[in-house]
T-cell receptor, first 116, second 116 residues
Framework: DAGVIQSPRHEVTEMGQEVTLRCKPI?????LFWYRQTMMRGLELLIY????????DSGMPEDRFSAKMPNASFSTLKIQPSEPRDSAVYFC???FGSGGGYNEQFFGPGTRLTVL | AQSVTQPDIHITVSEGASLELRCNYS??????LFWYVQSPGQGLQLLLK??????LVQGIKGFEAEFKRSQSSFNLRKPSVHWSDAAEYFC??????????????FGKGTKLSVKP
């Protein structure tokens, strides 16, 4: 298996632009997670899907952030409009099972987002 | 509240020396405990996990960790460090209920440098 695939690996954009990050989980995994990593705040869970349904989105910072999972093999995280404080590395992870707190999560390589 | 503390932000050890990275947690239920490693520019990779049973857990790359319930600790150890072990190490706790089932709570990480 190719592992969790994320695209793009790097994104540089200007403030106010829309940004879309993409994730393909490992085939057969039914839980998907979006994380954000910054020096100041460390690794934060943004949203968690199970069987394509959002279960916990309490970590989504504000309405500018949205995430979708239209099918078991694809998810997007969208920021609109983007702001410089959104600059971070965004990770997607997947696991098999009903709760990520119990099961190993497999992480993608991340997308480094820079908002100018 | 659930939390994970990694008291050491940065540790430097000589190649061939032993290593211990500290992790303390605060968790109301029986914890599921994980150690992940992140190499520069990469996603997180699971080193080992503890769910139940033997409190000394063996992982990949020669790492082990010991769960001590009385001390709320899950310290990571390696008897002889290799230069390739230089990376950032994250302790995480999970196993909650309801909406938090998806959540792994991560520590802020400990960056390991290895001197030749």
């Amino acid at each position: 298996d190719a592992g969790v695939i994320q695209s793009p690996r790097h994104e540089v954009t200007e403030m106010g632009q829309e940004v879309t990050l993409r994730c393909k989980p490992i085939s057969g995994h039914n839980s998907l997670f979006w994380y954000r990593q910054t020096m100041m705040r460390g690794l934060e869970l943004l949203i968690y899907f199970n069987n394509n349904v959002p279960i916990d989105d309490s970590g989504m910072p504000e309405d500018r952030f949205s995430a979708k999972m239209p099918n078991a093999s694809f998810s997007t995280l969208k920021i609109q409009p983007s702001e410089p404080r959104d600059s971070a590395v965004y990770f997607c992870a997947s696991s098999f099972g009903s709760g990520g707190g119990y099961n190993e999560q497999f992480f993608g390589p991340g997308t480094r987002l820079t908002v100018l | 509240a659930q939390s994970v503390t990694q008291p050491d932000i940065h540790i430097t050890v000589s190649e061939g020396a032993s290593l211990e990275l500290r992790c303390n947690y605060s968790y109301g239920a029986t914890p599921y405990l994980f150690w992940y490693v992140q190499s520069p520019g990469q996603g997180l990779q699971l080193l080992l996990k503890y769910f139940s049973g033997d409190t000394l857990v063996q992982g990949i790359k020669g790492f082990e960790a010991e769960f001590k319930r009385s001390q709320s600790s899950f310290n990571l150890r390696k008897p002889s460090v290799h230069w390739s072990d230089a990376a950032e190490y994250f302790c995480a706790v999970g196993g909650g209920y309801g909406g938090s089932q998806g959540n792994l709570i991560f520590g802020k990480g400990t960056k390991l440098s290895v001197k030749p």
